[in-house]
Structures are given as C-alpha cells and as structure tokens.
C-alpha cells in the first residue's frame, strides 16, 4: 500500500511540474522551441514550414519559413520565458501557450501575421489572424500556402510565383553575425547558403535588412 500511495504522489507531482516549463529557449521553427531539452509546440497557431517559401507584395518568393523562425527567435530574444502546458500532442511535444516578459508569444506571431490560427485545434487567435489580415502584415501582403496545406504537398503555382532565381542575394551567418552579400560583393562566390542552418535568400537589400541581416563591413 505504501508502495502504491509513494507512485501515486509522484505521479501527481509529476503532473502539477509539467503544468509549466520555465527557462531559455532553443528555437526550432517558427511555432516550436525547446527548453531543458522539452520540445513545445505553441498551442493554436501554425507557421510557415521552414523551407516554405511565399510571394510578397511585388510578386517575389521568399522563405517566409525562415521569417517565421526569425521572427519568434527575435521576440523571445534572451529572455527565459514560461510556457502554460495544454496537451501533449501525438509526436510527445507539450502544446502550450509561452509567454515573454507577460506577452503571449503564440498571439504575438499571429497578430503580426509570422502565424495563422491553427483552427483544427483552437479558435483562440482566429480575432488575432483577422486583424494581421486585415492590415496586411507579413503573410498577408502578399500569396502563401497555409502551412497544413504546405505539408500535405500543396504549392504556389509556377504562374504567380517569381523564380527564386530572380532572388540572388545571399544571407549568410557566420561567427560575425547574419551578413547578406550582393552578387558585387568580393565574397559573394564564396558563400554557401544552408537552408538548414537559417540562412537564406534575399530578393532585395531592403528585405535583407528588414530580416534582420547586414551588408558587409569592408
């Protein structure tokens, strides 16, 4: 009996721990971090995949996957944040709702349009959505694939999407920072750009910048 009441307890105070997860967080995508090695998936959103790629207002591609990502590493900055646990989700992920310094992240990205309301599983942010769209931020200025559809193999037609090849400046991160080069830049033909590792391409210095990259010093 004392047995069973010892697991019980710590079974339930195993509970009551996992209903927050405090600390820095690891960025992974988008809408998914990880902390003291706990995968979170935010609750009620979805953003673009990271190799997803969307048209902006002039009609360019460009990895909106790796705005999305960009952007949620830059709001949580090197803040510790605290996560709200909801659910656990069938890949073992805690779904939660994160904040930093007292703002919800998950409403954040959405508000800005970095994120859709994932209404499979929430109508939380659906009022956030309406105002990022209705504003025309982000996503929302110019063609994108909602993300569950970009997973099921769906994509922007070759007719409404600019080649990524007319996109020919190249983000790259180093030791030195995030730096973009220019096809005049002297290291331009010595630059690779690894989709995996966050860099990426850029169709104009002024997206660059906006991303948060900068020209070379010298």
């Known amino acids: 009996m004392r047995y069973f009441l010892t697991i019980l307890f710590l079974s339930i105070t195993t509970l ?11 960025i992974i995508d988008g809408d998914t971090i990880e902390i003291n090695k706990k995968r979170i998936r935010l609750h009620g959103i979805d953003a673009t995949e990271r190799n997803q790629t969307c048209q902006n ?5 460009y990895f909106c996957g790796n705005v999305a990502t960009d952007m949620l590493s830059n709001l949580i900055g090197s803040n510790a944040i605290s996560c709200k646990i909801k659910d656990m989700d069938r890949y073992n992920r805690f779904v939660a709702i994160c904040y930093s310094e007292g703002q919800d992240l998950n ?26 769209r209705a504003k025309g931020s982000a ?11 970009w997973r099921q193999g769906k994509r922007l037609t070759q007719k409404k999407q600019k080649a990524l090849s007319d996109c020919l400046i190249k983000g ?6 995030k730096i973009y080069h220019t096809p005049n830049s002297p ?17 104009s210095e002024q997206e660059a910048k906006e991303a948060g990259w900068r020209a070379p010093r010298n």
């Open 16 to 26: 009551v721990a996992a209903d927050e997860i405090k600390g820095r967080a690891t």
């Open 57 to 61: 207002k002039n009609g360019q591609t």
């Open 107 to 132: 409403q954040k990205l959405v508000l800005e349009g970095f994120a859709v309301a994932y209404r499979k599983y929430s109508r939380e942010y659906i009022a956030a959505e309406t105002i990022a």
């Open 139 to 149: 996503l929302w200025q110019g063609d994108f694939i909602y993300p569950w559809d």
């Open 172 to 177: 790259n991160i180093s030791k030195n920072g």
């Open 187 to 203: 290291w331009y033909s010595r630059t690779k750009i690894t989709i995996s590792k966050g860099e990426r391409w850029f169709c």
